[in-house]
């Protein structure tokens, strides 16, 4: 008994040096291959690191041979051995771009930058302690899945200028005390962030504030912006006060050259991508990439340095139950003799070391067709689930965005009214190809707007909100029964509307010119604005705000007048359009409490400050389109001087020092209608007062503007000193008789 006990402890502790050994070869390769793999990101007798940083090949260090990088600056890491650890940079020390990271697989880098501020103290600006930095980067863009463009401050317009001014973009963040900001939260409530766009390869940081601070200098003297990496900044309201973040880090993608995959590989001797490799095309900016095919690591840019993956020597890797057999870019799986099978674990059919199949193969059959009925009848159940699940979907969506109260009031509305028609989600899905996004023809603060066609051939336009609003269900509802029967040929017609998705979609009659705002700051466009035409638009734009305030069964209020709003059709007749925040005002009131919304440059200052909603605030925003009418200019630009950012304030400033045709339109300057000129300026002046109760109501501006149409198609009237004020006053006295 004793000996059969030392015999099989005996047995047990050669078991287990067996498996030692056997765990030992195979993660001995493992290791040898890692270390092997890491050798293989820099060529041979080139500088592998700076500091903490991995050089890998393409990129190279500025104190190594040529041969060690490509021939391209941006390739170029330049070392600053005179700290300790050394110090990387992108270029050279002078461009103060310190690279964190490369990374050779998904084509990135990871650089510090600064962080832009805009100061103020009790005397104002305070240029001292404000920055603006900017980058440029030739030949790397910024990523623009991996980066935020972020604003902080109570205060705060931040803006991102490309390198020409082509385009631009920012947020805007305000609030006014710092117990409103939440932390975490960066949604506009004292921190605001924007998505960057594709091919950014410069940027320049602008803030601006709207009263230097003046209400919020105590908690939080200075706006900050900065471009930094999704998930690396998180906002805190001591942030107001000072910003600790300190320098941010962003990432851009890099590639190789700016040819595409296509193009480089027709001349072999500068394309890169050598065996054991796959050619991708840049997403963002451009030339190509190249990655190991799969079952393979390395340096895929560096000659036999994608070497093949032993799966074999990690377990984890393989799913091997028997024995691994590693083949050149995948592995295989055997059993034992005695066994049979594909030697995988998993258990399935077919699968792992099975023992005598052939008195298993009936079992295995009929276990295989029962699986084949089984997974039949639960697709079956399963699309049909699917469909009655839909339709229950439909049906609460046409509930919840109060489709029954529609049908109701549509079924009440006079029959000589031509109502809004309900669309159903297929139909509007048909009518765009399912929403392609080929089919877009605008974005904007409220939603998509798609370019569709109806079964009749009829082209229309269809708005697809980002967000629904529960709580304006019935409010939604009002609105698309007034708009439905507004009988004005100035207004965008509302066709109809679809309640059976998550959130409303409205179908508008479709206007293929533009809107106002290309016409007036296209030079090619502008020049064919006539002063004729121009007083015609803005007498259309005043006659449907008029019709809205005093006409409409239940008055409306716009809420975002702008000339991007405005479209124009073929003959240049006004179009308004983009109802979305406009709200419907009781007939037993005057004004609204609302959260501000608007378009900076265009928004009623009185409603900024006080949030109290009148119809004055829309004779604010067309004084603004007025300007922008005579004067070419946008509402509102950073490209422009300080003092002439806001094209309202730059105006009221022209007027008062007799500087009006300094800043007209050229054509208007140009075409004898001086004194037509200054009363319409005379006009847009008193719209632009900053108390609303001493602005005109739409309809005495309406008058005076189709007064003095009348007067210029009349020459028998141009004879006779007739002020213009007076005219109106008598029309609307006659008027109102």
Request: proline share 4%; with cysteine.
């Amino acid at each position: 008994m004793y000996t059969k006990r030392v015999e099989g402890r005996t047995m047990v502790i050669h078991e287990l040096l067996l498996k030692v050994v056997v765990l030992g070869a195979l993660l001995g390769p493992y290791r040898n291959s890692k270390a092997e793999a890491d050798d293989l990101m820099t060529k041979p007798g080139c500088r592998s690191s700076c500091g903490h940083l991995v050089i890998p090949y393409p990129f190279g260090s500025s104190d190594s041979s040529s041969n060690c990088r490509i021939d391209r600056p941006s390739f170029t890491v330049y070392c600053d051995n005179s700290t300790d650890p050394p110090i990387p940079y992108l270029h050279d020390k002078s461009s103060r771009l310190q690279i964190s990271d490369i990374f050779v697989n998904n084509h990135e880098m990871r650089l510090t930058v600064w962080t832009g501020q805009d100061c103020y103290n009790s005397s104002g600006h305070d240029g001292s302690s404000s920055n603006y930095p900017g980058i440029f980067l030739p030949e790397f863009p910024l990523s623009s899945t991996k980066n935020k463009f972020i604003g902080v401050g109570c205060d705060t317009l931040a803006a991102v200028e490309d390198r020409h001014g082509k385009y631009s973009f920012g947020c805007m963040s305000f609030c006014g005390d710092d117990s409103e900001a939440i932390n975490g939260s960066c949604t506009g409530i004292g921190c605001c962030e924007t998505s960057i766009p594709r091919n950014s390869f410069y940027y320049q940081i602008s803030i601006g504030s709207v009263s230097n601070h003046s209400n919020v200098l105590d908690f939080n003297p200075c706006s900050y912006a900065f471009v930094a990496e999704i998930g690396s900044y998180n906002f805190s309201v001591g942030d107001l006060k000072q910003l600790k973040f300190g320098d941010p880090h962003l990432v851009l993608d890099w590639a190789i050259g700016n040819q595409t995959c296509e193009e480089a590989k027709k001349n072999s001797t500068s394309y890169m991508c050598p065996k054991n490799t796959n050619c991708i095309d840049a997403e963002n900016g451009s030339g190509y990439k190249c990655t190991c095919l799969e079952g393979y690591q390395g340096n895929p840019y560096l000659e036999d340095s994608c070497h093949d993956i032993d799966e074999c020597a990690d377990p984890t890797i393989n799913p091997c139950e028997g024995k691994c057999h590693n083949i050149e870019g995948s592995y295989t799986c055997s059993c034992p003799k005695g066994y049979h099978g594909n030697g995988k674990k998993g258990g399935g059919v077919g699968q792992g070391c099975i023992v005598n199949p052939s008195q298993l193969m009936k079992i295995l059959v009929g276990i295989a067709v029962g699986i084949i009925v089984l997974l039949f009848n639960i697709g079956f159940l399963y699309f049909g689930y699917k469909k009655r699940k839909l339709i229950k979907l439909k049906e609460q969506y046409f509930k919840q965005n109060g489709g029954l109260l529609l049908q109701q009031q549509l079924q009440e509305c006079d029959r000589t009214i031509k109502t809004a028609k309900l669309f159903s989600a297929k139909e509007l899905e048909k009518a765009t190809d399912n929403y392609d996004e080929r089919r877009i023809i605008g974005r904007g603060g409220q939603g998509t707007v798609y370019k569709g066609s109806l079964p009749n051939n009829m082209v229309v336009a269809i708005k697809k909100s980002k967000l629904g609003d529960q709580s304006q269900i019935e409010q939604f509802i009002n609105e698309v029964i007034v708009l439905s029967q507004i009988n004005n040929r100035n207004v965008v017609k509302l066709l109809g509307c679809c309640l059976e998705t998550e959130v409303p979609l409205l179908v508008y009659e479709f206007i293929n010119s533009g809107t106002l705002f290309d016409h007036i700051h296209d030079p090619h466009k502008s020049s064919k604005l006539s002063w004729e035409t121009r007083l015609r638009i803005a007498s259309e734009i005043a006659g449907v705000l008029s019709y809205l305030h005093s006409m409409a069964s239940t008055p409306i209020i716009h809420r975002d007048v702008k000339s991007a709003n405005i479209l124009l059709d073929a003959n240049y007749t006004a179009k308004v359009s983009d109802f979305g925040t406009s709200r419907l005002v009781p007939l037993d009131k005057k004004q609204l409490s609302t959260m501000v919304q608007g378009t900076l440059g265009y928004l009623d200052p009185e409603y900024f400050h006080t949030s109290q909603l009148t119809e004055k605030s829309d004779v604010y925003s067309f004084g603004v389109v007025l300007v922008e009418l005579l004067t070419g200019k946008k509402a509102l630009s950073f490209d422009r001087p300080e003092e002439e950012r806001s094209l309202a304030a730059y105006f009221l400033s022209s007027l008062e020092n007799d500087k009006l045709f300094q800043i007209a339109e050229e054509v208007i300057a140009n075409e004898g209608n001086n004194e037509q000129v200054r009363e319409v300026a005379n006009l847009a002046k008193r719209c632009l007062k900053i108390k609303g109760e001493e602005r005109p109501t739409m309809r005495e501006v309406t008058m005076e503007l189709e007064g003095l149409r009348t007067m210029a198609n009349h020459p028998w009237v141009s004879g006779i000193d007739v002020n213009p004020k007076e005219t109106v006053h008598l029309l609307v006295e006659k008027t109102e008789v």
